[in-house]
Structure formats: C-alpha cells, structure tokens
C-alpha cells in the first residue's frame, strides 16, 4: 500500500492551499481516509476524515469552516482544500487509510507527509 501525498508549500496567513493523496496497493473505495497533521514538538492530531462513500465526514473543532475534506474513488485521490490558513496551521499534513472513522491515529496505513508552512 501506498499513499503519496502532495500540495504543500509556503504560503501567507489568509491563503489557501490543496493537499493531494494518491493512494495505490488498495481498493480505495473501501476505505476511510484521513488528514492528521504534526507540528514541531506537538503530537500528530487528526484533521479531518471521510468515509469511502463520502456521505460522512468529520472535522477536528480548529478547522471546520476553513477546510473541507472530499474524495475522488474513480481517481484514487484524497483531498484537503485548506482556506483562511493561519500560522498555527504550519504542520507536516499526512493522509492515512483506514476501516472505521477515528479520530485517534489508529491507522492502517499513513502517507510519507507534506509540508504547510504559513507565514505571519
């Protein structure tokens, strides 16, 4: 299994950005997946989640509103559309596969990260 995700980079507090996932070595569409996120010396915490079908999501209290989550089954492709970015978002983004929707960082499988740095 792999998971590769893509769309970080520098941008100024108030911008936006979006993160990418392609996933491969599974069948995509059975799976939930996930956004968690690790600041330096914090722990990862969860983002946001999606269920296979994509009727279902949840978001983590600091972003709802300003992130939306979504999927593409018949592309593989896991998104994460981050507006209003703010400093405090500054984080290595991951994706991650899973069974059920958790909020804890239970994951089957996790993606290598992408880098969100927001400048002040």
């Known amino acids: 299994v792999q998971l590769q995700a893509s769309g970080g980079g520098l941008v100024q507090a108030g911008g936006s950005l979006r993160l990418s996932c392609g996933a491969s070595?599974?069948?995509?569409?059975?799976?939930?997946m996930a956004w968690f996120r690790q600041a330096p010396g914090k722990e990862r915490e969860f983002v946001a989640g999606i269920a296979w079908s994509a009727t279902t999501t949840d978001y983590a209290g600091f972003v709802k509103g300003r992130f939306t989550i979504s999927r593409d089954n018949g592309k593989n492709t896991l998104y994460l559309q981050m507006n209003g970015l703010k400093p405090e978002d500054t984080a290595v983004y991951y994706c991650?596969?899973?069974?059920?929707?958790?909020?804890?960082?239970?994951?089957?499988?996790w993606g290598q990260g992408t880098l969100v740095t927001v400048s002040s």
């Open positions: 070595g599974l069948i995509f569409s059975n799976y939930v």
């Open positions: 991650a596969a899973n069974r059920i929707l958790t909020a804890a960082r239970r994951y089957d499988y």
